[in-house]
């Protein structure tokens, strides 16, 4: 079956630095677009960064300049490099996968992000 596994949140200082990962099973990864979405306590899920198949990148302008999205086609993995964080970047982390053509879409489970001094 699809599975979405994200892993690398935690707790940390503003000013810090986390790398999420979210390991791809059950679909032809090659064949999806890649995003990070995230939720804070009280709002509405939001695009963070999304990769295509031939490495073109989009971010929201809140994290534009400090996370850099990126695929591993090896190991049908996609990460999310995060620096500088401020404490608004506190959220719950969700990795999605798009088909590109046909639209369908799958969740991982979500993993917490704490910007806290």
């Known amino acids: 079956q699809v599975q979405l596994v994200e892993s690398g949140g935690g707790m940390v200082q503003p000013g810090g630095s986390l790398r999420l990962s979210c390991a791809v099973s059950?679909?032809?990864?090659?064949?999806?677009?890649m995003g990070w979405y995230r939720q804070a306590p009280g709002n509405q899920r939001e695009l963070a960064a999304v990769?295509?198949?031939?490495?073109?990148?989009n971010y929201a302008g809140s994290v534009k300049g400090r996370f850099t999205i990126s695929r591993d086609y090896a190991k049908n993995t996609v990460y999310l490099q995060m620096n500088s964080l401020k404490p608004e970047d506190t959220a719950v982390y969700y990795c999605?996968?798009?088909?590109?053509?046909?639209?369908?879409?799958?969740w991982g489970q979500g993993t917490q992000v704490t910007v806290s001094s």
């Open positions: 999605k996968a798009e088909h590109r053509t046909s639209g369908a879409f799958y």
């Open positions: 059950g679909i032809t990864f090659s064949f999806y677009d």
């Open positions: 990769i295509g198949g031939f490495g073109t990148t």
